[in-house]
């Protein structure tokens, strides 16, 4: 049971139409009378994960989640540790679980909504985060269930560097195509060849990226982070009975009008299929893309990297533009507290 007086959380408090701005959210200071009912438990969340999906749910749009209202919680996934149960809970105090607590201390979630984490040896409770948590998720069902990504296939990543499109790259260099990755630096293509073992990676703020682009030849499958411009040029070097799997738009969140597409008529020439998709949708089969995941963290074949700000709560909101400026190196996570030391 936690000892606190008082706990923070981060509300929205206003839609930006552009980028997001430091009146966004503000922080707000509640005393501490959190209590689990029936069927809940209480958590301390002691990490935050930064998507670039949530500049999305402070949009307000039709989408595939409501959007976050003005005053409440800002949504984001995280970690945390038990430290109260309510009556009828099938959790017990001091469990590690990954839950939806939103940008807050403390959160009160049901039952069903905390998933007790069991942490082989060789994995990190971190990933779950990324590698084994909606990142890794989101690339295995894109490469092969969207993408149908073969052996021999010619597979083109953008956003390669993030916490999705690094994995897509290992799972598409697992299948046995040939893999290239665009990203955002120097720094980050080094990264995907000699780290990740990428057939090529380039910088798309290059002035020759275009040029560059087109010495790959004509591609099998595009998983796109992206879009815009970048999605538009593809469309123009699509091979026969191409895939494209649209898992995000980056480039447009902050757009006031999101870019258009020019060439979309090579879809109809090159008989392409383009297709978006949404994780959640595969949450039965979670855990057969955990299996294999595991195994790839556990022999060391499917690596990761993290990007960890430290200093609580309050560095959350601040931190989130990173994703958008290309600003961070890694899965970006916020350290919200330590595990408690006492676990009743």
């Not at 139409?17 to 029936?38: A, C, H, S, Y």
């Not at 002035?207 to 790959?216: H, L, S, V």
Request: proline share 6%; net charge neutral.
């Amino acid at each position: 049971m936690s000892t606190a007086k008082t706990y923070k959380r981060i509300v929205l408090q206003s839609r930006p139409v552009g980028e997001i701005e430091p009146t966004t959210f503000r922080t707000e200071v509640l005393p501490f009378d959190l209590k689990p009912g029936q069927g809940e438990v209480l958590v301390q969340v002691t990490w935050l994960s930064l998507d670039p999906a949530m500049r999305g749910y402070i949009r307000d749009a039709r989408s595939y989640l409501p959007p976050v209202q003005i005053g409440e919680v800002m949504r984001a996934q995280g970690l945390g540790v038990i430290i109260e149960v309510g009556p009828g809970s099938t959790h017990a105090p001091g469990e590690t679980v990954a839950v939806v607590p939103g940008m807050t201390e403390y959160a009160v979630v049901k039952d069903h909504a905390a998933t007790k984490l069991v942490v082989p040896e060789g994995i990190e409770t971190l990933d779950f985060l990324n590698v084994l948590g909606s990142s890794g998720m989101t690339a295995y069902f894109g490469i092969k269930d969207v993408a149908e990504v073969k052996k021999g296939d010619v597979l083109v990543v953008s956003g390669a560097a993030g916490s999705v499109g690094a994995i897509a790259c290992q799972l598409g260099k697992r299948a046995g195509a040939k893999v290239y990755g665009i990203a955002g630096s120097p720094e980050k293509c080094e990264w995907l060849e000699k780290e990740l073992g990428v057939d090529g990676a380039l910088d798309y703020k290059s002035p020759t990226f275009r040029e560059d682009f087109k010495k790959i030849g004509y591609i099998d499958v595009y998983f796109d982070n992206v879009g815009g411009d970048i999605l538009d040029m593809v469309l123009t070097r699509l091979a026969q009975n191409a895939r494209i799997a649209l898992c995000g738009a980056i480039s447009q969140y902050n757009a006031v009008k999101p870019a258009a597409l020019h060439n979309y008529t090579t879809l109809i020439s090159q008989r392409a299929k383009i297709q978006g998709f949404i994780v959640l949708d595969y949450a039965p089969r979670y855990p057969e893309a955990i299996k294999e995941l595991s195994a790839g963290l556990v022999d060391g074949s499917i690596k990761r990297k993290f990007h960890i700000v430290e200093g609580g709560i309050e560095k959350a909101p601040a931190s989130l533009p990173l994703l958008f400026s290309g600003g961070n190196k890694g899965k970006l996570v916020v350290k919200i507290s330590e595990e408690p030391k006492s676990k009743m």
